[in-house]
């Protein structure tokens, strides 16, 4: 460890130690809307030196005294050109012009760095403007299951929102909005995710190579950045669609100082339903209401105090709220009432201020809290003269952050990029409890039973630095993390390193090799995406989850537009979680401790991406080969068997076209070999009882095979879109029409043991979630 930590000094210092020059920075920003632009590029033409914008669109390049001539670029954006004479430091912010779409654009492939140039490896981003164009289940459009059609990422069913990346479960994703992570991605129990597209800046997914400024989690890291609102102009966008409507709207307080964004999406099946409800009850004795819908509110507010000092504000608020109220009115005031709600959500509030310390060191101070709550109810009240009796019972369980982080980004030449910080998160842990609370005439009833809440901190420090060496380049770094949850404490240094080989100014080869760990864990039913899965801390007795990844792959850019990657990858996990067989969260009288098994994971494969994102044609197609296993010495008699989620072939097709100015078509294709699933290969009667008569009960026991030894049949589906927009004075509306499963495969949701109807001989039945559903909605700018 010691020597790990002086190799970094040196090439600190190495990085330092330089001859006299000047330095430009500045930031890139979007000349329409003011939005600072992530990932653009500066290029100096003479000496191929060039520099990268960070999250915050702050830029920095070292250069020799003389003349220099710099172009600017930005994916879908009109390069820019400027040559000065440097011969002190300056400050330069480009503003660039986004492209249209149909517009022919030349761009030369020494000014807009390559993927082939790139030391990361395992990262896709997509363009929102592209995640829009995707056809989507009711018309919905949505951001996770847009990356669950990328090489590594399989979803967690028909329709799901879950995420499962390079052999991982879904608590080892980091999504992280607005540097925030957000614990519950789903809404509808997983068949819509929470972000709301048309709030959101951009996304990227980090599948491995992590470089040493991520952790806590041990197989992806997304992150999803909010618009932080037009600085130049008001303007909103917003559509109707069959199951939701959205409105985002946006502008400056202070011109080119200070702007806003708010965005709400809610669901309206309760209100559709309320005058069906209310017209049946009208003339009874019997009233009903009913609440039936999800929301989803984002807002953001940030100012440019000067240009060393910007401070922005983020809020999100997003739930799913079920309930019924059944009042049957009797003679005499008489009544009695049945009630029964759900309700689940994330709340998530960022507080970050941006400092350009100099022109070459740049920070951000980060506040965050983050809170997930499952809230489930159940009641009935009684009122028969004048006696009142009512029992409600809740079931709880939630988690909620508190934390605090600052990172560095110092760049002292085109030669290194070097980054650190550290953080520290409190967590707060409702591990599920369950009250009852009524009356009976006059006696009061009251009784809780669960588990205690739990608190830990999380603290991590981390340094990284991305250095070139002529055509060999590496980010080289180590996360030091650590965990104290009452008498346990675990530190894990955790080494990363990513390498990149430029065979030509078009190949390159790339190699990584990390290793993480994670300490806070979910306890699922490995099913449906549910809110009841549980969120619980690594104990004396339960164990940090830890891995390390190998990955070795090549990357070019074909014409400069089709950027091609293969990659092949190796992963071990040590601690992974899952219940013991036959154990939920419904027995709150057994500790959490004592339902969890650990073991080991293995997950290997190769993944393929030829990805085109800009021009008239965009999309991409990706094929995925893996093995996806797990080992636990008291599940399947110790021996390791395929996760649920092992699918041997992924193929995914994504094609948008822009056929004229007016007029978009898209397709998606999708094909995934069947989910690992558990069956009976045996059955035997045994005795469970006395009957109501005295007579024995006896009934049939089924016998599991293997775990997850069967395959349900493959899963292969067509979605089609087309788009249609005009001009209007106002600004712009679009007719969106798009068809799911557009052949009507019938793909397996689940597989039980049933009988025929024929030969009332058992056999094993499939049911099939999703036809072909056709959809439409209207969506409007102005």
């Known amino acids: 460890m010691k020597s790990t930590l002086l190799f970094l000094f040196l090439l600190l210092f190495g990085a330092v130690v330089q001859a006299q020059n000047y330095t430009i920075s500045g930031y890139f920003d979007d000349s329409e809307t003011g939005e600072k632009l992530i990932a653009a590029n500066l290029f100096e033409v003479k000496s191929g030196d060039g520099a990268t914008s960070n999250t915050y669109g702050f830029y920095s390049l070292t250069l020799p005294k003389g003349e220099v001539e710099l172009v600017a670029s930005y994916l879908g954006y009109q390069a820019v050109t400027k040559k000065i004479m440097l011969d002190k430091d300056l400050t330069i912010n480009f503003t660039l012009t986004p492209n249209s779409v149909l517009e022919e654009v030349v761009v030369v492939a020494e000014k807009t760095k390559k993927i082939q140039k790139e030391t990361q490896m395992s990262q896709v981003s997509v363009p929102v403007e592209q995640i829009e164009k995707i056809p989507a289940l009711l018309g919905e459009v949505d951001v996770l299951k847009v990356l669950q059609l990328l090489p590594g990422v399989q979803s967690g069913g028909e329709g799901q929102s879950g995420m499962y990346v390079r052999g991982g479960s879904p608590d080892q994703n980091l999504i992280l909005l607005d540097g925030v992570p957000v614990y519950n991605v789903s809404h509808l129990l997983g068949f819509f995710s929470v972000f709301n597209s048309d709030a959101i800046k951009n996304v990227t997914l980090t599948k491995g190579g992590f470089p040493a400024r991520y952790g806590g989690r041990l197989s992806s890291v997304v992150e999803i950045n909010m618009k932080e609102g037009n600085s130049k102009e008001f ?31 809610r669901t ?35 100012h440019q105090f000067n240009d060393k000092h910007r401070v922005y ?25 049945e009630k029964a709600g759900i309700d689940w959500g994330n709340v998530t509030t960022a507080a970050r201020w941006n400092y350009k310390i100099s022109n070459k060191l740049f920070a951000n101070t980060t506040l965050t809290y983050s809170q997930f709550k499952f809230d489930f109810g159940v009641g009935e009240e009684d009122s028969f003269d004048g006696e009142l009796s009512k029992v409600d019972v809740r079931y709880f369980s939630g988690i909620n ?11 002292p030449n085109p030669n290194h990029y070097i980054r650190f910080g550290l953080g520290d998160t409190y967590h707060t842990y409702h591990p599920g409890a369950l009250s009852v609370n009524g009356q009976d005439g006059n006696d009061p009833l009251k009784i809780d039973v669960g588990q205690d809440k739990r608190f830990s901190h999380e603290y991590y ?18 996360h030091l993390s650590g965990f104290r949850e009452k008498k346990a404490h675990y530190f894990y240094p955790q080494p990363r390193i990513g390498l990149r080989y430029l065979l030509n100014n078009n190949w390159s080869l790339k190699g990584s090799f990390t290793t993480m760990a994670q300490y806070i864990n979910l306890l699922t039913n490995e099913s449906l995406s549910l809110p009841t899965d549980l969120w619980v801390p690594s104990t004396k007795k339960i164990k940090p989850q830890t891995s390390w990844q190998a990955a070795l792959g090549a990357a070019t850019t074909i014409h400069d537009d089709f950027e091609v990657s293969l990659e092949a990858y190796y992963k071990k996990m040590k601690n992974v ?18 339902k969890i098994e650990q073991g080991f994971g293995t997950a290997y494969g190769t993944e393929l991406l030829i990805q085109k994102k800009f021009g008239r044609t965009t999309g991409w197609l990706g094929y995925t080969l893996s093995w996806n296993k797990r080992q636990f010495d008291n599940i399947n008699s110790g021996k390791e068997f395929p996760f649920k989620y092992d699918r041997r072939h992924d193929v995914e097709i994504v094609v948008s076209h822009q056929v004229k100015e007016r007029v978009n078509v898209s397709a998606t294709w999708v094909y995934g070999t069947g989910n690992a699933i558990s069956l009976p290969v045996a059955g035997y009667r045994g005795y469970v009882g006395v009957g109501y008569n005295g007579t024995p009960y006896v009934r049939t026991f089924d016998v599991l095979g293997e775990k997850n030894s069967f395959r349900m049949g493959a899963y292969h589906r067509l979605d089609l879109g087309v788009e249609f927009t005009k001009k209007k004075r106002w600004g712009e509306r679009a007719w969106v029409f798009s068809i799911y499963n557009a052949y009507n495969h019938k793909n397996p949701f ?8 024929k030969t009332h001989k058992k056999t094993f039945k499939k049911v099939s979630l999703f036809p072909v559903i056709p959809a439409f909605s209207y969506r409007f700018k102005f």
């Open 235 to 265: 303007h909103g966008e917003g559509s109707i669609g069959l199951i939701s409507s959205r409105l985002t709207l946006e502008g400056p307080i202070k011109k080119e100082k200070t702007s806003f964004m708010i965005s709400g999406r």
């Open 268 to 302: 309206y099946a309760d209100l559709i339903a309320k005058p069906f409800i209310r017209a049946a009850s009208q003339n009874s004795d019997t009233k009903v209401k009913m609440k039936l819908y999800f929301y989803d509110l984002n807002a953001k507010i940030n």
């Open 313 to 337: 504000l983020s809020a999100y608020s997003g739930s799913d709220v079920f309930s019924t109220n059944i009042r049957d009115n009797g003679q005499n005031g008489n009544y009695f009432i």
């Open 401 to 411: 952050d508190w934390a605090g982080k600052v990172d560095f980004d110092f760049i």
């Open 461 to 478: 420090g981390y340094v990284e630095d991305d250095i070139k060496w002529g055509a060999l380049k590496a980010n080289i770094g180590v």
């Open 577 to 594: 979680v899952s219940y013991k067989e036959g154990a939920t969260f419904v027995n709150l009288e057994e500790s959490w401790e004592d």
């Open 750 to 757: 689940f597989i039980y043991l049933g009988r025929d109807t």
